[in-house]
């Protein structure tokens, strides 16, 4: 079903990352019953979550390294990590039972390169990432001043946005950008040029 949904998007993702996706779905509804870790309480919220994780894929290809900031429940972070599990990715979460979560997700998706880093982005010390990804975490602006110490010149940014995007990207300099909208997403994608 999700498979079915991003094709009409023009996204394409092989049987592996659907069976990976269907195991993080049922977690997610086991453990979001008892610890409230998202707002989609059912299957069908949660694979809206996931399809709109996955639409980048018609646009971004996978990075050999991604942090994502405010992973929370996995959204987008641990979701594209089920499509790219080659990608050393570095999932960003504070909060206790989000993190253990994710450690036990990722180990029950066989996600092998998938970390979870238990703190504040701005408490991560790692080479820059190739590829930085966040949604509904924080303004543009604050978030790259967060993030500045992990990434380089090659850095890519994929922030998931809404409606105020125009005017946070007033307050960006340094960077082109690129906005891929999919009512009521807005995509925005961030690089040096």
């Known amino acids: 079903m999700i498979a079915r949904e991003l094709e009409k998007a023009g996204v394409t993702i092989d049987e592996k990352a659907c069976e990976r996706l269907r195991r993080y779905t049922q977690l997610l509804v086991e453990w979001n019953a008892t610890h409230n870790l998202t707002g989609a309480k059912n299957r069908e919220e949660i694979r809206k979550h996931i399809v709109d994780a996955l639409i980048p ?39 206790k039972k989000r993190s ?35 949604r509904a975490v924080s303004d543009t602006a604050l978030l790259l001043k967060l993030t500045e110490h ?29 906005i891929h909208e999919r009512p009521p997403r807005r995509y925005l994608i961030l690089s040096r040029g």
């Not at 971004?60 to 929370?72: E, I, K, Q």
């Not at 959204?75 to 999932?91: D, I, K, Q």
């Open 57 to 95: 894929l018609g646009f971004v290809d996978a990075p050999n390294s991604l942090l994502d900031v405010g992973t929370g429940a996995g959204f987008p972070g641990l979701v594209l990590a089920a499509a790219w599990p080659e990608t050393e990715t570095v999932l960003c979460e504070p909060l």
């Open 100 to 134: 253990a979560f994710l450690r036990l997700a990722a180990l029950e998706m066989g996600l092998d390169r998938v970390e979870v880093a238990r703190k504040r982005v701005e408490e991560l010390q790692h080479a820059p990432f190739e590829m930085i990804s966040s």
């Open 150 to 178: 992990l990434r380089d010149e090659k850095t890519r940014y994929l922030l998931y946005k809404g409606s105020r995007i125009a005017e946070e990207l007033t307050r960006v300099g340094g960077f082109e950008a690129q």
